[in-house]
């Protein structure tokens, strides 16, 4: 067990130098000198010379690029170049709030999914069966963007139940009182929509699959009632659930830019939509490397969860 | 159809022809399909069908209401016919959606079929190179990519086809990986067949099938990533009518109209559904036959 989990651990180093080597290059696939970025374009030649100087771009590519990790795996990012702060403050604070609503999104699409796939493998075939189906249609095709402003045009401004807009109040400190989760509840519900829908699909086709094994036949056949063989179905089907709802809240963290751009929702997509707009590399690179850790380590965490739930995956 | 009439023609033609009557039979593959070819040849053929231009628009009639005299669907925020923008925009939206998949099955299919047949460390490395694509969620690749990049289609399609490329390398790779060492590829070999040949004739008449299926069950995420991409800005640029742009310079107006603002969305939703049924058709017809 403890060899495993350090051989997937190691296994976890070289992907993640390989992310930052790909974030890093992010700066080399923008059109022009990587100095134009940073310097206004109308600057003198000793402020660009300067600048190149202390953002390090004077020397060659590699050394660049070492010294940028040295300083990013001690927690420094660099410094914005739109607002002037450090970017990691600045993201961890966006991400907390990404994380808040992607979590609501999260229960929200694992319950709902495993609800609507479990009926849709147990009872296949039957009317419960092509509804769930239908659902999970809508959820995978549908783009979560339009279905955030459909969203906004019934609960905002229609019945004007819920803001449409922002954090509420203060959205520095954050709170989880009704005040708060109001604001919440919009872009955590368009969030969870595409999970939903592929958690169904995929919980549906698990079950299916468990339930024609040849144990499961016999279990029915011997006549136990339906509680004890989904007992059965469930213990098998975990170590495979539990995958896609890793990979779907990883998702969730790193796809949640459109839905807070029609919210306005102060997270790290928001975040990295002014990074891009305001060409801020060191916030674009900062963001994408620490939502990819994140991702990674979710991964990471998930597979060490699945061997022990079935330590057949260990062995192979 | 029964196979007892026509055992004795070769197993390969039989087997399409078998998917494509099972496949044929599906209502939900018909209604898609209809529906696909009506936004198809309505966005190749639009200059024949729409009675005002893409970009003809009129300061005084300004976000007319659906079912206005002589606009069907209404006007845009600059007065320009809805029904003919939302024709004209499948053109972009069908091309940014469809040619990273293309690009994708393309560079992917070769990548993963090379590298499983080749196998060893070569293989090996390619897809631990790989892995690390799939630390990035695909949003997020496909955003940081065309941010860094800058605005534009080229940008656009080159950084969904970066998305794609290894989720259809990996299944080539695995489907290559299988059938590398049946029978008769040594067989092939033995005859004097160069890996070219046997790459070509053998792995991919083989496997060209289940990696075409997964490739079309991601053209509408692939679709609505493009969409995505310039309904934040980073795609296709104004004036060019697509229905992502169209959603994000139609947002002022959700609180005046609510319903023509959703239009463009509400197109790009059954498109998107009509793909998603003829892809889940097609992979249960192959499902059910073999």
Known sequence: MFLYVLKRILYSVPIILGVSILTFALVFMAPGDPISAIAPADAPEEVVQALKISYGLDRPVPVQYLLWLKKAVTGDLGVSIASGRPVLGEILTAFSHTLSIALIASFLGVGLGFFLGGVAGFYQNSWLDRIATFLSLIGISVPHYWLGLVLTIVFSVWLGWLPSMGAGPDSGAFYWDFEHIKFMLLPAITMAVIPTGIITRSVKSIVAEILAREFLVSLRARGLTDMTVLKHVIRNALPMVLAVVGLQIGYLMGGSILIETVFSWPGTGFLLNIAIFQRDFPLLQGIVLILCMFFVILNLVIDILQSILDPRIMRS | ?290
């Open chain 2, 1 to 290: 159809m029964n196979s007892i009439g026509i055992s004795n023609v070769p197993r390969r033609k039989t087997y399409w022809r078998d998917v494509l009557t099972i496949f044929l039979k599906d209502r939900s593959a018909w209604i898609s399909g209809f529906i696909l070819i009506v936004i198809f040849a309505s966005a190749i053929f639009a200059p024949w069908i729409c009675s005002y231009g893409p970009y003809q628009g009129s300061m005084s009639a300004r976000l007319l209401d659906i079912g206005s005299p002589g606009h069907l669907l209404g006007t845009d925020e600059l007065g320009r016919d809805m029904l003919t923008r939302l024709i004209y925009g499948g053109r972009m939206t069908l091309l940014i959606g469809f040619t990273p998949i293309f690009l994708a099955f393309v560079i992917g299919t070769t990548i993963g079929l090379v590298s499983g047949f080749v196998g060893g460390k070569i293989n090996t490395f390619v897809m631990r190179t790989l892995d690390i694509f799939y630390a990035f969620p695909s949003v997020l690749l496909a955003v940081a990519i065309s941010g860094a990049m800058g605005p534009g289609i080229m940008n656009s399609i080159i950084a969904l086809t970066v998305v794609f490329t290894p989720q259809i390398v990996r299944v080539a790779e695995s489907a290559a990986t299988q059938i590398r060492n049946m029978e008769y590829i040594d067989a092939a070999r033995m005859s004097g067949a160069s890996s070219l040949i046997i790459i070509r004739v053998h792995l991919l008449s083989n496997v060209v099938g289940p990696i075409f299926v997964y490739a079309t069950s991601l053209i509408s995420v692939c679709m609505i990533l493009a969409s995505g991409l310039s309904f934040l800005g980073l795609g296709v640029k104004p004036p060019e009518p697509e229905w992502g742009l169209m959603l994000n310079t139609l947002r002022p107006a959700i609180y005046t109209k609510p319903f023509l603002s959703a239009l463009p969305g509400i197109w790009l939703f059954i498109t998107s559904i009509a793909f998603n049924l003829l892809s889940d058709a097609f992979r249960q017809a192959m499902s059910k036959k073999s």
